[in-house]
């Protein structure tokens, strides 16, 4: 039982992290078109809070992972992973107001229901 709780919280903490770099880089604008214009931005990007904490995240994210994987076979365990688009849209349309098209509802809607099915299968 544990081991689902692996794959939770991987899923849990990528979508954490996601969150917090796109909190740390709104703001910023696009990254710009010269090298020597990239590296500050970028060094900006990497001392930001958000940007720091999602980085510490996403390394205990793959931990997890690796735990789920120690026991778990990976064409089991993987598919789980599409939950971040799930939950990512939701956030994207909640926290961000971003526009999330019904086409795109309808792509997440066939990896809940792909989900639903590889969970079947057993681990």
């Known amino acids: 039982m544990k081991y689902y709780l692996f794959i939770l ?20 604008g696009p990254l710009p078109d010269s090298l020597k214009e990239s590296l500050p931005y970028i060094f900006h990007a990497l001392t930001d809070w ?3 904490l999602s980085l510490i995240l996403g390394f205990l994210s793959f931990l997890f992972y690796l735990a789920a994987l120690s026991k778990l076979e990976l064409s ?7 939950l971040n688009f799930v939950l990512i849209a939701l956030y994207s349309s ?11 509802w309808l792509g997440i809607a066939s990896i809940i229901i792909g989900v639903i099915l590889v969970s079947r299968t057993g681990g």
């Open 9 to 28: 919280f991987t899923v849990i903490l990528t979508v954490v992290a996601q969150v917090l770099i796109k909190i740390g880089m709104s703001g910023r």
């Open 50 to 52: 958000h940007v720091v």
């Open 76 to 82: 089991y365990v993987y598919p789980f992973i599409g």
């Open 94 to 104: 909640v926290i961000f107001h971003e526009h999330v098209s019904i086409a795109r």
